[in-house]
Every structure is written in C-alpha cells, then in structure tokens.
C-alpha cells in the first residue's frame, strides 16, 4: 500500500478536577492509501466513500471540520491545518479509477 496523503486531525476534551476543568487536546493522522482511508482504529475502504470536503476559516490556528462523506454517514473531524493536500490527492485517486465515481 502506498501512503498518498496525511491529514492531521485534533480530538477535544474536556476534564475536570478538584478544582479546574482542562480542554485537553490531542491529535492523529487520517492517511490516504490507495485504496483505504486510515483514521486511529478505523478503516474506510475507498469504495465505500463518496467524497471529502472541509469548512475552514482563514484564522490562523483556528479549528476547521473535514467531513468524510461514507456509506455509512458523515464523519466529522476537526482539522487544524489545510487540508487541500488530502481533498486534491482523493480527487486525482477518484479521477483515474472510475469504480471510485
């Protein structure tokens, strides 16, 4: 399997103590393979995905939402950083095999 893509993505908490609550905030990778999409524990085999899309404001370190369109439903991820490099390479992978249309 060739790796064509990595989407770092944010997950966000909250935890409460004695006496503060925290927003703790970690992060993983989505990877683009050529035919699955990689997220933590999860695998999405790209036949079974019908797009990606993100919603992202200009702000810088402003948190975005990329959106895994599947089978299965929409599923969200929040997203610090552009995604383009990861729409644009599903799009090229999407383009040049037609049972992926």
Avoid at 26 to 35: A, I, P, R
Avoid at 44 to 67: E, M, N, Q
Wanted: aromatic content about 12%; overall charge positive.
């Amino acid at each position: 399997m060739t790796l064509l893509a990595i989407q770092r993505c944010i997950e966000v908490r909250q935890e409460i103590g004695w006496t503060e609550k925290r927003i703790v905030e970690t992060s993983f990778d989505m990877k683009l393979f050529e035919d699955q999409i990689t997220v933590k524990n999860d695998t999405f085999p790209l036949t079974s995905i019908f797009d990606i899309s993100f919603r992202k404001k200009p702000d810088k370190g402003a948190f975005g939402f990329l959106y895994l369109h599947t089978s299965q439903g929409v599923r969200t991820f929040y997203i610090k950083e552009d995604p383009k490099q990861l729409v644009q390479a599903y799009q090229q992978l999407k383009a040049e095999r037609p049972e992926l249309r």
